[in-house]
């Protein structure tokens, strides 16, 4: 196998519980409380975790802009945002040959629902002329290549909870390929809704702790699953060559596993073994001093995690933390988020773990993080991030 070409992360930007951009997400991490807030969703009041008000607000001013962009999905204006950020912080405003990719767990979740409410309201005899094209999954690239006024291929795509991280490999192999100078790739996700949300509790995953922090991520001592869902969206501008790169990324992975269901994880996340360890070729993995976890609080879910860790990394035991416990988790842009930590951990060479768990103490200077993604159908991806 030929060697790793590094990629260069020249920018990123975000939208999310923990604000606007990189700077607002560091401030919001020093502090060791959740985001989430009790709201009525559908019939019940539940834990979520919607966008600050500062990203919010960066949201609705985009929205203004523009007649067609108030008819977008939430999933679609959050990526735009995040995009216009990325850009802007990589230096890019000029550059018109630019690749995209931007997914999304589920897509145009809000428009779908409210035209499929249409639609049944109307008994079925019609629906709204722009429902089919105001709930494709490529509205998330597409009015974002739009938007940034961009040519080159605008890619969306749905890899369930490792959409993003998927994306980001996806980026690297054009990069790589020498088809792409310059690529932007990430995810996007808006799920609180009624009928997202009752399929979490559906499959029994939601939290219903009435704690300090109810969604207890990584926490090997819970009896029940946590899981909260959180929204947000963040994009990354990747390079070959950028000799004042952010960071960069020095090994991709990915692996998949049989289904016995549609949830289905092994006991030992076989997958995530995979994709950990093809990320890992060509380096030390007592080198990697920190792995963020996927960790979405449940406890099938966690526990696989945590021995597939053990599997691929032996005696060694790096750092090992995850942002579920405070933001939740937001499907498919969740893998960007989590590399959006990593990145703030780099940058700032501070360790960052859920306060509720045994504090481990950073020893050493931190140079190479290890991201996990997993999702439904046991397809897992890891990327590899180091100064």
């Known amino acids: ?39 009525t969703v559908g019939q019940q009041q539940e834990w979520i975790a919607p966008l600050s008000s500062a990203a919010a607000g960066l949201v609705s001013k985009l929205s203004e802009e523009n007649l067609k962009y108030r008819q977008l999905d939430p999933s679609v204006r959050y990526a735009m945002a995040a995009s216009r950020e990325a ?98 790739a990430g995810g996007s996700e808006a799920p609180l809704t009624p009928f997202t949300l009752a399929q979490m509790k559906a499959l029994k995953v939601y939290s219903r702790l009435e704690d300090a922090y109810p969604c207890r991520s990584m926490d090997p001592e819970k009896t029940q699953n946590t899981m909260i869902l959180g929204e947000g969206a963040a994009s990354f501008c990747l390079e070959k060559d950028r000799s004042d790169a952010l960071a960069y990324i020095s090994g991709v992975g990915y692996g998949t596993e049989p289904m016995t269901h549609g949830a289905s994880l092994s006991a030992d996340a076989r997958c995530m073994q995979q994709s950990m360890k093809m990320a890992l070729r060509g380096h030390d993995p007592r080198s990697i001093q920190v792995v963020v976890m996927h960790a979405p609080g449940t406890v099938r879910g966690d526990s696989a995690e945590i021995n597939a860790i053990r599997a691929v990394f032996g005696t060694h035991r790096p750092l090992l933390t995850s942002n579920k416990w405070k933001i939740g988790h937001s499907f498919g842009a969740s893998g960007a988020l989590s590399i959006e930590m990593a990145l703030l951990m780099l940058k700032h060479n501070r360790f960052i773990q859920p306060p509720y768990l045994p504090a481990r103490e950073q020893t050493k200077s931190l140079g190479k993080i290890l991201v996990n993604g997993v999702g439904f159908g046991g397809n897992a991806a890891s990327i590899l991030i180091e100064k």
């Not at 975000?14 to 009790?38: C, M």
């Not at 639609?119 to 019609?126: D, I, S, T, V, W």
């Open 87 to 184: 850009v802007q912080q990589a230096g890019w405003s000029g550059i018109r040959e630019l690749g995209i990719n931007l997914g999304s767990s589920r897509g145009a979740t809000t428009a779908f629902e409210k035209h499929h409410g249409q639609f049944l309201a109307n008994q079925g005899r019609f629906t709204d002329p722009v429902t089919s094209p105001a709930t494709t999954l490529g509205n998330i690239a597409g009015w974002t290549a739009s938007d940034l006024q961009v040519q080159g291929p605008a890619i969306s795509h749905s890899i369930t909870c490792a959409t993003a991280l998927h994306a980001i490999i996806n980026a690297v192999v054009w990069l790589q390929s020498g088809h792409c100078t310059h690529f932007l």
């Open 1 to 39: 196998m030929e060697p790793f070409t590094k990629i260069a992360i020249a920018g990123w930007g975000s939208v999310s519980p923990l604000g606007v951009n990189g700077e607002a997400a560091w401030a919001s991490y020093q502090d060791t409380a959740h985001r989430f807030i009790k709201s």
